[in-house]
């Protein structure tokens, strides 16, 4: 049985830092990819960062990038997400996805090639 399960969201003023956790069981093989998305009320659920946990290869939305830093431990099946310089167009809850199957560089940014989910952590940035 699947699980992510993430925690560390919270409230922060402008400029301030936040880390998110993403525990992740129940997986026979180690996902191909992992990411991070966020969905504010009224708007689609988006990309933030990725990771490919083999390759170590990260990819960023524009909008955070130089702010965001995602790492995963493969020892501990955590993936992390570090925030700095949050800004109030931040707030969103933050949700953790893994694929076990190919995600091309193009799409690693789609919910839709991702088909495990946790629950989800708001992040409220004033």
């Known amino acids: 049985h699947v699980q992510l399960v993430e925690s560390g969201g919270g409230s922060v003023q402008a400029g301030g830092s936040l880390g998110l956790s993403c525990v992740a069981s129940?997986?026979?093989?180690?996902?191909?990819?992992m990411g991070w998305f966020r969905q504010a009320p009224g708007n689609k659920r988006e990309g933030v960062a990725s990771?490919?946990?083999?390759?170590?290869?990260?990819a960023y939305a524009s909008s955070v990038r130089g702010r965001f830093s995602i790492s995963k431990d493969n020892v501990k099946n955590t993936l992390y997400l570090e925030m700095n310089s949050l800004k109030p167009e931040d707030t969103a809850v933050y949700y953790c996805?893994?694929?076990?199957?190919?995600?091309?560089?193009?799409?690693?940014?789609?919910?839709?090639?991702?088909?495990?989910w946790g629950q989800g952590t708001q992040v409220t940035v004033s």
């Open positions: 996805a893994a694929s076990v199957e190919y995600i091309g560089s193009w799409a690693t940014f789609s919910p839709y090639k991702y088909k495990y």
């Open positions: 990771i490919r946990p083999g390759a170590t290869t990260t």
């Open positions: 129940g997986f026979d093989d180690r996902p191909y990819c």
